[in-house]
């Protein structure tokens, strides 16, 4: 199972290369607004500065993969998704309590730089202003650690819902690319952020990612991968 893995780990890397060049190169969410030409739904696929393949081949590891509308009638959109992770321009914070790829992040820059945020992570809805104020230095540091990842989206238009290929494309990639429990392949480098992490799944797994991370995937996501790469439009 281990080198069907690494065979599947350097197909799942090619794809998403050709999505790279189709797509003109991956950006910065620091650098993306609502303004951009966005497709209603989708996935993304986040690099990290000094996170690097050395099993599957060359260039950039995927430390988070995610997606949204995964309940039914939910309306949300791609870019709202990725906003709420970049966080607000204005301030140059955000909202944790509304992306649990901030709150992740936060806890491990707490953990690692042994800051004093006693309400991080706490009570998500009726949080006091005064809280909310406390904690902005920590939001903005979470906005320029997410914002300075690359990341690559891929528009698949389907319905909302648990069964969209959404979802199942993004389950199965993240299984793919879990070391927790197996053969570490591609693993986090020695200063990677995510080692100080409060969450044993993402310290282990070497993604931004808890949920599927236990899980055994299902090869044929990689074809149907295929076929929406293929399909994808290129820039310009």
Not at 44 to 63: A, L, M, N
Not at 122 to 129: A, E, K, M, T
Not at 192 to 216: A, M, T
């Amino acid at each position: 199972m281990a080198s069907s893995r690494l065979e599947h780990l350097r197909r799942f890397h090619d794809l998403l290369s050709a999505l790279e060049e189709k797509s003109g190169g991956a950006r910065r969410l620091c650098e993306c607004s609502g303004g951009m030409s966005w497709p209603m739904r989708g996935m993304y696929f986040f690099h990290e500065p000094g996170e690097v393949r050395t099993e599957s081949g060359t260039g950039p590891r995927i430390v988070r993969v995610g997606t949204h509308a995964l309940k039914a009638g939910s309306r949300t959109t791609l870019w709202r998704r990725l906003k709420q992770h970049k966080g607000t321009v204005r301030s140059g914070g955000g909202n944790h309590r509304g992306s649990i790829f901030r709150l992740i992040v936060g806890a491990a820059l707490i953990r690692r730089d042994g800051l004093e945020c006693p309400t991080w992570g706490s009570s998500r809805g009726g949080v006091p202003r005064e809280v909310r104020a406390r904690e902005l230095e920590l939001e903005r540091a979470v906005s320029e650690e997410i914002g300075a990842m690359p990341f690559l989206w891929l528009a698949i238009g389907d319905d909302a819902g648990p069964g969209s290929r959404r979802g199942f494309i993004e389950r199965n990639s993240i299984a793919l690319l879990s070391n927790r429990g197996r053969e570490v392949i591609d693993p986090p480098s020695s200063t990677w952020l995510g080692s100080h992490s409060d969450r044993e799944k993402v310290r282990k797994s070497g993604l931004w990612n808890s949920n599927h991370v236990e899980e055994d995937y299902d090869p044929a996501f990689i074809d149907m991968l295929a076929d929406l790469v293929d399909q994808a439009e290129s820039a310009g």
